[in-house]
């Protein structure tokens, strides 16, 4: 039994290196990838799309984009509202 469990833990051990390594050489392999299509500029060189002229199913990209950040503040208030409830709420004492 005791040999048994410990193969088993022996091949488990050598199939999670074997799959570390390879995960490893991936990383290694697509950083490199991606150093060598980098162009200079960084952030200051990015070219964003206008919105304006954009449609997401029938919808203004602007719009949909302003939409997005409404919702975000209407989930900002609530979570303030519950926090405050939960403040008020009296302390149960042991």
């Keep these: 039994m005791q040999t048994w469990l410990s193969n088993a833990w022996s091949q488990g051990c050598s199939a999670l290196n074997k799959a570390i390594a390879a995960v490893g050489l991936l990383l290694v392999s697509g950083s490199a990838a991606l150093a060598e ?4 500029g960084g952030e200051a060189n ?28 209407f989930g ?9 409830r939960l403040k008020n709420l009296p302390s149960i004492a042991p």
């Design 46 to 73: 990015l070219k964003l799309p206008d919105l304006s002229k954009v449609s997401f199913l029938g919808v203004n990209g602007h719009r949909l984009l302003l939409f997005g950040l409404l919702v975000c503040v």
């Design 76 to 84: 900002l208030l609530f979570g303030l509202a519950i926090y405050r």
């Design 37 to 40: 299509s980098h162009e200079a």
